[in-house]
């Protein structure tokens, strides 16, 4: 994907900014709030603000707005406007104060849900699954590009040593980035995000967050959120944000986004049975779960998924206690306790976490590809 990419020249001075964001509105009571959602490429995400005379204390408490889906992939230029319906709210923690970022999804003028909405039937499908109350925790890894597109930090004409210190590390000559990463972190959780931790990856500028546990329809719409405030963290700094699954190709690893699942009964004394089973029907399933697990049904996945750098082939289904070449891997203390979760190790980096997570409680939960 060409994309033009601004030149330093059109950054703005964050310190004039500071002036007119500092302005006393003490007898106003009005708020920001801004809506966010998921555009027609299913990847990228889209914003637009408007005035709401009091604080919304949750979703319902905001109208119905919509917006011109002919500029985002989303309708003709003939009957463009799309509704969005909010949500999920959060707190803004570029805005501050009692201003919100606002997760809607899309309708189309017929009040049906848009094709680009996946959380409509995600929703569906959880509530479903609610007694067995299924959790979720993704570790969603991204790389830093600068402006130019190359990796942050990276030699502009040539590479950096090998993999095998960035990881964790730390230093100015092992992680390239780290402002970023903290001040991300420090949003999510003023924002409500169950941002559960930060590490550095094994490539160079490459990072991860996780989000979680979250509990059915929550994991998708914290992680969409947080990846909607890094890339509006990383706007400040003036660095691109990545979540192209090989972003580059060679000897450098890609970027996942591993998915932790459990059930209530897998949590429970002995549940290493029921994560077993659930094992079994994910091998079963493995090719539906791999046209899930990236927006181009399995392409993008294809270029990382290739049984080296961790990952598995992305032909083969693997599982194993604490083995991190498997599609499925069962982390170690849960072989001990007995019980616990699984991970998937093969959504990517750039998946849709309502696909994901519907297909998983589809496929372990509701059995649905069992034969007859
Ligand atoms: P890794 O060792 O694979 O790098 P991480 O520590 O990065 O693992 O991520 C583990 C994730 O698993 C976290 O997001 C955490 O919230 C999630 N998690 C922990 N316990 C459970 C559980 N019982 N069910 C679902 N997710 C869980
Ligand atoms: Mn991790
Ligand atoms: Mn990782
Ligand atoms: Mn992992």
New binding site residues.
């Given amino acids: 994907m060409a994309m033009y990419m601004p030149t330093a020249t059109s950054l703005t001075d964050k310190k004039v900014l500071q002036h007119y964001l500092s302005l006393d509105n003490a007898d106003d009571t009005r708020v920001q709030v801004m809506y966010v959602w998921i555009d027609g490429s299913g990847e990228n995400l889209r914003c637009k603000t408007r005035t709401m005379d009091n604080e919304p204390k949750c979703p319902e408490d905001c109208p119905v707005w919509n917006f011109d889906g002919s500029s985002t992939g989303q309708a003709e230029g003939s009957n463009s406007d799309v509704y969005l319906y909010p949500c999920a709210l959060f707190r803004d923690p570029f805005r501050r104060g009692k201003n919100k970022l606002l997760l809607c999804e899309t309708y189309k003028y017929n009040k049906q849900p848009h094709e680009t909405n996946k959380r409509h039937t995600c929703a569906r499908i959880m509530r479903e699954a609610a007694k067995e109350v299924p ?5 969603q890894e991204y790389t830093l590009l600068d402006r130019d597109n190359h990796p942050f930090g990276w030699p502009k004409n040539g590479f950096p040593g090998p993999q095998g210190p960035y990881y964790c590390g730390v230093g100015a000559n092992r992680v390239y980035g780290r402002d970023i990463v903290e001040a991300h972190y420090r949003a999510c959780i003023y924002s409500g995000i169950k941002i ?2 930060s ?1 550095a990856e094994v490539m160079p500028a490459q990072w ?1 967050f ?4 979250c509990e059915g329809i929550d994991m998708g719409d914290h992680l969409w959120m947080a990846r909607f405030i890094l890339h509006r963290v990383a706007e400040d700094f003036g660095v691109v944000v990545s979540l192209d699954p090989k972003p580059m190709p060679g000897d450098w690893n890609g970027a996942g986004a ?1 998915t ?3 059930t209530l009964p897998m ?1 429970e004394e002995g549940g290493i049975k029921v994560i077993e089973k659930a094992i079994e029907r994910l091998g079963r399933e493995h090719k539906r779960h791999i046209e899930a697990y990236d927006p181009h049904k399995g392409q993008d996945n294809a270029r990382r998924l290739t049984g080296s750098h961790e990952t598995s082939s992305i032909h083969d289904f693997s599982a194993g206690v604490a083995n991190r070449g498997a599609s499925i891997r069962i ?1 170690r203390q849960v072989g001990e306790d007995g019980c ?2 699984l ?1 998937d190790r093969r959504p990517s980096s750039n998946c849709d976490p309502y696909c994901v997570t519907e297909m998983i409680i589809r496929t372990c939960v509701l059995d649905e590809g069992a034969p007859n």
């Fill in positions: 959790w979720f925790g993704i570790e559960a931790g590490n991860e996780q989000v979680g546990p591993h932790n699942f459990s949590r982390p616990g979760y991970e």
